[in-house]
């Protein structure tokens, strides 16, 4: 019982921050799951999870999404993917640049998560400082923007970060960057998905005893709920506010890269 209640209270508070952001659900999920389980179970437990939240929240926000906006930047960003994901299987073999423990859990810094947590960590402080507010991309710079965070995404895993960084300063409204953000992810994930190769993801949920079936359901339940309380607040918040969390977000996963925690 207490494994529902720990998974449900996380997915719904972590879904409905992840409307506003654009991220963060799978990055602070997994670890819910890895309390009770072991930790692939874990991983494809919350890939289960993420992946019907973000088509619920295509549904809820999606025709709020600038298409011109989605165009430019996700299918340069779904191209980039699929190389990202390739050049991660010619670089899965480089060791690792430290490795060191916090009780009985090992942590390991790679030289990628030092590059991609530096560049989420520089995007955290263009939200945050005041003077840098109003600095905007000009919307010629969407399809460098969508190729850099689908590339980062097909080799790392982490695209929502810098996705969320740059379609944040692209001048759109804040119902536009969100729905734009939960379309691009779509288009970008399936990409990722033709290259990680289907046969991946049925391996790790045929790994999924039939006993915590019941607790994923209920932790979809709970991050739809957490999505729909989320587009429900849409309209009370402004557009800064969602910059600060976008920023306070992106400095937490940055900071959590580059010290191997994530």
Same mark, same amino acid.
């Given at each position: 019982m207490?494994?529902? @209640?720990?998974?449900?209270? @996380? /997915?719904?508070?972590?879904? /409905?921050?992840?409307?506003?952001?654009?991220?963060?659900?799978? %990055?602070?999920?997994m670890p819910a799951f890895a309390l009770f389980f072991p930790l692939p179970i874990a991983i494809a437990a919350t890939a289960v999870v993420h992946l019907a939240n973000n088509i619920f929240k295509a549904i809820l926000?999606?025709?709020k999404a600038d298409w011109?906006? @989605?165009?430019? &930047?996700?299918l340069p960003g779904a191209a980039a993917a699929i190389l990202g994901a390739w050049i991660l299987t010619l670089v899965s073999g480089i060791p690792t640049l430290f490795i060191y423990s916090i009780g009985s859990s090992k942590y390991e810094i790679d030289i990628i998560k030092l590059v991609i947590g530096f560049l989420i960590i520089v &995007?955290? &402080?263009?939200?945050?400082?005041?003077?840098?507010?109003?600095?905007?991309?000009?919307? !010629?710079?969407?399809?460098?923007?969508? /190729?850099i965070s689908g590339f980062f995404g097909g080799l790392s895993g982490i695209q929502g970060a810098l996705r969320s960084a740059f379609l944040i300063k692209a001048g759109l409204d804040k119902d536009a960057f969100i729905g734009t953000g939960t379309v691009s992810a779509v288009i970008v994930d399936i990409a990722?998905?033709? @290259?990680?190769? #289907?046969?991946?993801? %049925?391996? !790790? &949920?045929?790994a999924i005893p039939k006993d915590t079936y019941g607790l994923i359901a209920a932790a979809?339940? /709970?991050?739809f709920a957490g999505s729909f309380i989320g587009a429900r607040? #849409?309209? !009370?918040v402004t557009l800064r506010a969602i910059q600060i969390i976008v920023g306070i977000m992106l400095l937490l996963v940055g900071i959590g890269m580059i010290s191997g925690l994530i």
């Open positions: 207490l494994s529902y @209640v720990i998974i449900c209270i @996380v /997915a719904i508070i972590v879904s /409905a921050l992840t409307l506003f952001s654009g991220f963060g659900l799978g %990055t602070l999920l926000v999606g025709k011109h906006a @989605v165009l430019r &930047f996700a &995007f955290a &402080f263009l939200d945050l400082i005041p003077r840098m507010e109003k600095l905007s991309f000009d919307r !010629k710079y969407l399809p460098l923007g969508g /190729a990722r998905l033709l @290259v990680y190769g #289907v046969s991946f993801y %049925t391996l !790790k &949920f045929t979809i339940i /709970a991050a607040l #849409v309209k !009370k």
